[in-house]
């Protein structure tokens, strides 16, 4: 049986137990996707209290309203997007990362194909996975969070605009934006690893 619909099938039997009440099912649910959704709510917001505060907050409105919960979704989809409206709702954004959405939401562009990574000596690939990693850190909120929801939590471009709460040509715009530093940055370390193998 496949794995991903073996576990679609628990989630839902453990989601109709916490519609009807069952709090251990409430227990299943945050047992199995609150490191997950820090994670996650690390690329939003900077403070890891701000995200526990937050991702506490999701699951004590998950038990105050299961009865009202609807009977069929996606509960890895649903947790991700309560847990972004919350931080976003609640302003818990710095000003300068909703400044930075405010003008990628006004700005209109296309993504475009990122092209293959050349493979390199596998001597520098364990620098260039440490040094990818910290580029990505230093990347604005909105731009980690696209890159984080599409390339480490294999959420499609639709559900990363639902999640985010923008619109698609936004989460395109800021796809592309994010890779193209990406680009940038990866690209300059090529060059030093390059030199240095040239010179050693």
Not at 115 to 122: A, G, Y
Not at 123 to 137: G, M, P, T, W, Y
């Amino acid at each position: 049986m496949n794995p991903n619909l073996q576990i679609a099938e628990e989630e839902s039997v453990y989601w109709l137990q916490l519609k009807g009440g069952d709090q251990s099912a409430l227990r299943f649910f945050y047992e199995t996707y609150v490191d997950e959704l820090f994670g996650f709510g690390m690329t939003l917001a900077g403070s890891e209290s701000q995200v526990k505060d937050a991702i506490q907050d999701v699951f004590l409105d998950l038990w105050r309203y299961h009865a009202r919960l609807s009977t069929s979704v996606n509960v890895r989809f649903y947790l991700y997007k309560c847990l972004a409206n919350r931080i976003f709702r609640e302003g818990k954004m710095s000003k300068k990362a909703e400044a930075l959405h405010q003008k990628y939401m006004e700005e209109t562009g296309e993504l475009v194909e990122s092209t293959e990574s050349k493979l390199i000596d596998f001597q520098v690939q364990s620098h260039l996975k440490v040094r990818l990693s910290e580029a990505i850190d230093e990347l604005p909120k909105r731009q980690k969070a696209v890159i984080d929801c599409l390339f480490f939590r294999d959420f499609s471009y639709e559900e990363t605009s639902q999640i985010m709460n923008i619109n698609l040509r936004s989460t395109y715009t800021l796809a592309w934006k994010a890779l193209e530093r990406l680009k940038k940055q990866m690209l300059k370390v090529v060059d030093v690893v390059l030199l240095f193998l040239l010179i050693s």
